[in-house]
């Protein structure tokens, strides 16, 4: 039971009923959020949208995770208010590349860059577009935050002869400029012919179109483009919004379509991914219908379980024999320095690499290097003669007048 001071009471409450101020409130057990004593078996029973609900039929708890979880991730889990109130998960906080030796890290960086030689080589970047997007595509002038200039950038300007950090920074601002290449990347990839397939956005967000903007971002919009990129006008696809947040879903009619009669099935998954059976969704019985994934963005392992997920839904429905029901999988991802090692989809993959837990937890850290902000020399001593430059012609303006 929680008193707050009678002078807070008075503020929130008003003074129409005094005798409020002495009853005594409880805080909900699954929110922070506060009520009267009397009034919380009602509000559990009937108001209360945080309360725990009857397990949906595809939950089946951890089902996508490779690896068990330790006691302190599930014990993380369990409280519905973690997410709120760590603003770092503990085993990642615990995770320190200053602690390690020089030599230490000079061998890890070394196993990382001979691995990518092996494994990888080339990571190419290819920037397509697509007409459903087009009236979504920024084309302004700005201050670019890298080489200090107002600069025009439009669709055909964003090409790959612009460095990471000016493409990795219309992508924070301008959305819509991945979620074009996202849908160009699928049409090449014939993952649009099919209108009768389901459509699965992974991190689908609240609602699928018009969000609220923040700082040029829009979240949750990319069915709604996808929607007019399979050109489904007689309601003969499907979409499935996958999401561990409670959502009103007011603007799924955008999705269900305007024609009178002929609807397309829109269907709202609440759940975490870990635990997403796909073999239990209704509108996926059968496996009539492919299954086309797609997300923007899945953030650090998200990605993995979304993959786990979806290998363990194909294997089950080859098992009813029902052959490959998965036409593709298109995920933006991010954020890898949020992986984490029990949720990775192919430990066998690392144990042959030689890539051990403690191994692959600090190369999660080192990715976020990345993006620090650090430039070559060569850029760094462009910027630097450029800034000579213009303190010179600054003294020339002071000098003139």
């Given at each position: 039971m929680?008193?707050h ?14 005798l409020a ?12 959020s506060t009520v009267?004593?009397?009034q ?8 209360c949208?945080s309360?725990?609900?009857?397990p ?15 006691t302190?991730?599930?014990e ?5 208010r973690s ?16 602690e390690?030796?020089?030599?230490d ?9 001979g691995?990518?030689?092996?494994e ?8 397509l ?5 087009r ?8 201050a670019?935050?890298?080489v200090?200039v107002?600069q025009s950038f ?5 090409q790959?002869?612009h460095n ?9 601002f301008?959305?819509?400029i991945d979620?074009?290449?996202l849908?160009?990347?699928?049409k090449?990839?014939?993952?649009l012919?099919?209108?009768s ?7 689908a967000?609240?609602d ?9 971002r829009?979240?949750?919009?990319l069915?709604?483009?996808?929607k ?7 309601g ?8 561990r947040?409670?959502?009103?879903g007011?603007?799924?009619k ?5 024609h009178?009669?002929l609807?397309?099935?829109?269907k709202r ?8 059976d796909?073999?239990?969704?209704d509108i996926l ?9 797609l997300?923007k963005?899945l953030?650090?392992?998200a ?13 089950k429905e080859?098992?009813?024999g ?7 999988i ?13 949720m990775y ?16 937890e600090?190369v999660?850290k080192?990715?976020?290097?990345a ?6 020399e ?7 003669q ?13 000098d003139?007048?």
């Amino acid at each position: 039971m929680i008193r707050h001071n009678q002078e807070f009471r008075r503020n929130s409450l008003g003074y129409k009923n005094k005798l409020a101020l002495d009853q005594p409130i409880s805080r909900l057990p699954s929110d922070p959020s506060t009520v009267y004593e009397t009034q919380l078996a009602d509000h559990l029973a009937n108001r209360c949208n945080s309360r725990p609900r009857p397990p949906d039929s595809w939950i089946s708890p951890n089902c996508n995770v490779t690896l068990p979880l330790t006691t302190e991730e599930l014990e993380f889990q369990q409280n519905i208010r973690s997410h709120k109130e760590h603003k770092v998960q503990p085993w990642i906080a615990r995770v320190q590349l200053a602690e390690l030796t020089r030599p230490d890290l000079d061998g890890l960086v070394a196993k990382v860059r001979g691995v990518f030689e092996r494994e990888v080589r080339e990571i190419r970047m290819e920037v397509l577009d697509h007409e459903a997007m087009r009236e979504r595509r920024p084309t302004r002038t700005y201050a670019n935050p890298i080489v200090g200039v107002r600069q025009s950038f439009s669709a055909e300007h964003i090409q790959l002869r612009h460095n990471f950090f000016i493409f990795y920074f219309f992508i924070f601002f301008y959305p819509s400029i991945d979620q074009a290449s996202l849908l160009g990347h699928m049409k090449r990839l014939g993952m649009l012919d099919d209108k009768s397939a389901c459509f699965i956005e992974f991190g689908a967000g609240r609602d699928v179109s018009r969000m609220h903007c923040t700082y040029g971002r829009l979240e949750g919009e990319l069915s709604s483009y996808l929607k007019a990129a399979v050109n489904d006008t007689q309601g003969e696809a499907t979409y499935m919004l996958v999401d561990r947040k409670n959502v009103r879903g007011k603007f799924d009619k955008n999705l269900i379509g305007s024609h009178p009669t002929l609807k397309s099935t829109v269907k709202r998954v609440g759940c975490d991914i870990k635990d997403l059976d796909l073999s239990r969704i209704d509108i996926l019985q059968g496996g009539e219908k492919k299954v086309v994934a797609l997300s923007k963005h899945l953030c650090g392992s998200a990605t993995d379980i979304t993959l786990k997920c979806l290998v363990n839904y194909l294997e089950k429905e080859r098992e009813k024999g029902n052959g490959s029901t998965i036409a593709g999988i298109v995920i933006a991802i991010c954020c890898h320095q949020l992986c984490r090692w029990p949720m990775y989809p192919n430990p066998t993959f690392l144990a042959d690499i030689g890539f051990t837990q403690a191994d692959f937890e600090r190369v999660c850290k080192m990715t976020s290097w990345a993006i620090c902000g650090q430039r070559p020399e060569a850029v760094e001593a462009e910027e630097e003669q450029e800034h000579e430059l213009a303190g010179e012609e600054e003294g020339d303006a002071d000098d003139t007048g």
